[in-house]
């Protein structure tokens, strides 16, 4: 069910309940051809629905994390008259939305492993993200509009979710680029660690939130996803049913049991 892509543009591993998915196009900034958007967009949906994914990492091998869209196909389009190139695209952005909607959709921990640039369409893993670690070559870049688009991918929905919608739009149209310290100071980064303990930090925490009680731990992320949106008395109506849920679960008994006896636990749910 999970394995990497035909074309090696990326490739996918599983390890203690994580799947770790690594951009594997490194001599072209790990950007994602659209060739492989509807295997991206099955891997997605099939972590879904399998409870043995309790956390997925994403990943970009070599120095870039990931340049987003593959800006050499776009020059292929160029040979197009206007009209075919707009329907070209018109067939084909769909599918980028349903990678967007599944990538938000997986209900449990996403982690981001950033090293290099995360740029364009790329920014969608970084932005849907729920722990995001990165070393100091780690930049965030709104490049969109360097080659004269609108943004896609997501980010005009998610940026604003992290950054605050005023930030977003000055970061969206002055094109900008963040190096890693203003990035964690925006919250786009949560940690910087070195070069050196980059991959070992980003798999520890990706273990880490798969050995999490699963039940509470989606709940939660549910409970957070479009809180904004929600009444005051939805929200509490909302933490009282996961409350009440979460009780009658083994992972609870297991936690009080541990913290009682002074141990860690080891919930049921991850076993």
């Known amino acids: 069910m999970f394995v990497s892509a035909e074309d090696n543009s990326y490739r996918v591993e599983i390890d ?3 799947l770790r998915l690594s951009f594997n196009r490194p001599e072209f900034g790990n950007a994602v051809p659209s060739t492989a958007v509807p295997a991206l967009i099955a891997l997605f949906r099939n972590a879904q629905s399998d ?5 997925i990492l994403v990943r970009g091998e070599g120095r870039i994390f990931s340049a987003g869209g593959d800006v050499a196909g776009f020059k292929r389009s160029l040979a197009q008259s206007a009209t075919e190139r707009q329907a070209d695209f018109a067939e084909r952005l769909p599918r980028l939305r349903l990678l967007v909607e599944a990538v938000i959709a997986f209900d449990r921990p996403i982690v981001a492993s950033i090293r290099g640039a995360a740029a364009g369409a790329g920014l969608l893993y970084p932005l849907a993200a729920d722990l995001v670690i990165g070393d100091d070559s780690a930049t965030f870049v ?7 688009l609108s943004p896609d991918g997501g980010i005009t ?15 969206m149209l002055t094109a900008a680029k963040l190096d890693a310290a203003e990035a964690m100071r925006l919250g786009i980064l949560h940690r910087i660690v070195s070069a050196e303990t980059l ?3 980003s798999m520890l925490a990706a273990v880490r939130l ?8 989606r709940l939660a992320k549910q409970m957070l996803v479009g809180v904004s949106r929600r009444s005051i008395g939805e929200i509490l109506d909302a933490e009282t049913a996961g409350i009440v849920e979460c009780v009658g679960d083994e ?9 009682m006896e002074k141990r860690a636990a080891i919930f049921p749910s991850t076993l």
């Open 157 to 171: 929905l998610l940026l604003p979710q992290v950054v605050g919608q005023r930030t977003a739009r000055m970061l």
């Open 142 to 148: 709104f490049a969109h509009q360097k080659i004269g």
């Open 16 to 18: 203690r309940g994580v």
């Open 199 to 201: 991959e070992d930090a």
């Open 251 to 259: 992972d609870f008994s297991e936690g009080v049991s541990a913290f």
């Open 210 to 217: 798969a050995r999490a009680p699963q039940r509470a731990i």
């Open 51 to 55: 409870p043995a994914i309790r956390a």
